[in-house]
């Protein structure tokens, strides 16, 4: 279950939404807020997973409340107004709901909330085999399976994917690397990884994957042949 809270400064708005949301098996909509100033005073003392949050409000912006709050917290943005967008997911936010709400678009909306919420809840094992990036502001959901390397992008990875396609994301390669199982991708460059099992071959300093040539960087010759991937 995803304990929720709504803010927003329209009452006919909040009624709407507690109407929808009790649809919604997994969301738990606890509250609901019209001033800023409520809404932090219960956060102080009951924190949540999720808020729902307009953003043109009399006593603050709701990006602004948000940057205010020193929680971890997903947030969907119910707005009026499409011309926020683009900062609202500068700040991470799930996903950015125009007004008036439709009932499909606030079920989509929850079930990512709902698959972010089971990611950051489960450590990183056997059972886990899937990452959440963000590209385009949108969260998109990758098997581990489906990667077969990484490339820095100045301060972006390329998450390279089956049949040819890659995904953009802003990271860096030591960020991405921890999301990821250590038995499954290894660096073998400052610029590259690896899927382990995607090598096709190695063939002096370089590795194959399919057709696709990979250098193999000095500082990292030795960590890969500890995974006995070429001759000691």
Excluded: W
């Amino acid at each position: 279950m995803i304990n929720c809270i709504a803010l927003d400064d329209e009452p006919l708005a909040l009624e709407v939404l507690i109407s929808l949301c009790k649809k919604i098996p997994f969301i738990d909509l606890l509250h609901t807020f019209t001033s800023f100033s409520k809404a932090q005073q219960y956060l102080n003392s009951y924190p949540v997973d999720l808020i729902f949050l307009d953003i043109e409000m009399p006593d603050k912006n709701g990006l602004e409340f948000l940057k205010t709050l020193n929680l971890n917290v997903m947030v969907i943005f119910t707005t009026a107004h499409s011309k926020y967008a683009v900062d609202a997911f500068s700040v991470n936010a799930i996903d950015y709901l125009l007004k008036p709400i439709e009932p499909d678009r606030l079920m989509a909306a929850c079930l990512k909330a709902s698959s972010y919420f089971e990611y950051l809840n489960t450590s990183i094992s056997k059972f886990q085999n899937y990452l959440f990036v963000r590209s385009e502001y949108t969260l998109i959901k990758i098997l581990h399976s489906e990667i077969y390397y990484l490339e820095t992008f100045d301060d972006y990875i390329k998450i390279h994917i089956s049949k040819g396609k890659f995904i953009l994301t802003l990271m860096s390669m030591t960020k991405i690397l921890e999301k990821l199982p250590k038995n499954e991708f290894i660096r073998v460059h400052r610029s590259f990884a690896v899927s382990i099992s995607n090598i096709s071959s190695i063939k002096s300093q370089t590795i194959f994957i399919g057709d696709t040539k990979i250098p193999i960087g000095a500082k990292y010759k030795k960590q890969i042949q500890a995974f006995y991937f070429v001759n000691k």
